[in-house]
């Protein structure tokens, strides 16, 4: 059986699906490094418009899995290292895809599980679901999910929750930000179809650039170097034959040439 699934439809919707409910779809360095490989192959598909992220069984991620983890204790610092930057990569893939993507999560996630939730764009659970940052109470820290977590929750929720190791339940985590939507478990793929739907029609380059615009404006003072940053967007995609078709398909009440829904 396949820890890892991908399935794209003809509309250019892509799924990955973690598939070790036996385990709770907790990873270790070979799944990790499946997912690495297969969010870059996504990525680079053409046909791929969006990418969703999913789970089977009861729940989404246990996280890292102990018998890894008890494994790695006996590397030395500089393996260690080089086995922690294996996740730290797949957080930055999945965080900066040039597509959108979408995390359903159908059941609990801990630790780095809650980690590949933040890294999402888009954040949809049901309200079985349930989120905890579990590693303190394992002597660890959650130290390579930390950036998309903060930017998800926020220091002061963080100073919470990484410390106390507490479930977070489904609707604290959208209270939080760190969801974006609940809905019934039955429901949950649904609103996930419907998502990709909306997706869809909108303009793909458009969409990897407003993902790289987000990531460079956040956090920033508005100054005189952001507000040159932001017009010089805003006037190099106007001259692309993707915003030209746009204008030009919104003019004429027509479909642009990539919206096939």
């Known amino acids: 059986m396949r820890r890892l699934q991908t399935e794209i439809d003809d509309l250019g919707c892509a799924t990955l699906r973690l598939n070790n409910p036996e385990r709770h779809n907790a990873f270790?360095?070979?799944?990790?490094?499946?997912?690495?490989?297969?969010?870059?192959?996504?990525?680079?598909d053409p046909q791929v418009r969006t990418i969703t992220l999913a789970a089977s069984g009861k729940s989404f991620s246990a996280g890292a899995d102990l018998n890894w983890m008890l494994r790695v204790a006996?590397?030395?610092?500089?393996?260690?290292?080089?086995?922690?930057?294996?996740?730290a990569e797949l957080m930055k893939t999945l965080n900066e895809l040039p597509k959108p993507t979408i995390a359903l999560v159908q059941?609990?996630?801990?630790?780095?599980?809650?980690?590949?939730?933040?890294a999402c764009d888009i954040a949809i659970a049901s309200t079985r679901a349930s989120f905890c940052l579990s590693e303190t109470r394992l002597g660890l820290i959650p130290a390579v999910i930390s950036p998309y977590l903060m930017a998800a929750i926020g220091p002061r929720a963080a100073r919470r929750y990484f410390l106390t190791a507490e479930r977070i339940s489904a609707e604290d985590?959208?209270?939080?930000?760190?969801?974006?939507?609940?809905?019934?478990?039955?429901?949950?793929?649904?609103?996930?179809d419907q998502l990709c739907r909306q997706l869809l029609q909108n303009g793909p380059h458009a969409i990897a650039a407003a993902k790289q615009?987000?990531?460079?404006?956040?956090?920033?003072?508005?100054?005189?170097?952001?507000?040159?940053?932001?017009?010089?967007?805003?006037?190099?995609?106007?001259?692309?034959?993707?915003?030209?078709?746009?204008?030009s398909a919104f003019l004429a009440k027509r479909r642009p040439n990539w919206n096939k829904d």
Do not use: C, W
């Open 28 to 44: 270790d360095d070979r799944l990790i490094a499946e997912l690495t490989a297969a969010l870059n192959q996504l990525a680079e």
């Open 74 to 87: 006996d590397y030395s610092l500089d393996e260690n290292v080089d086995d922690a930057l294996a996740l």
């Open 107 to 118: 059941g609990p996630a801990f630790g780095g599980g809650v980690g590949l939730v933040a």
């Open 173 to 192: 985590a959208l209270r939080l930000g760190l969801v974006h939507q609940l809905t019934g478990e039955d429901e949950l793929q649904d609103v996930g």
């Open 213 to 247: 615009l987000i990531g460079e404006v956040s956090g920033r003072p508005v100054d005189k170097e952001l507000i040159e940053i932001t017009a010089e967007r805003i006037a190099a995609i106007r001259a692309t034959e993707e915003g030209r078709e746009g204008v």
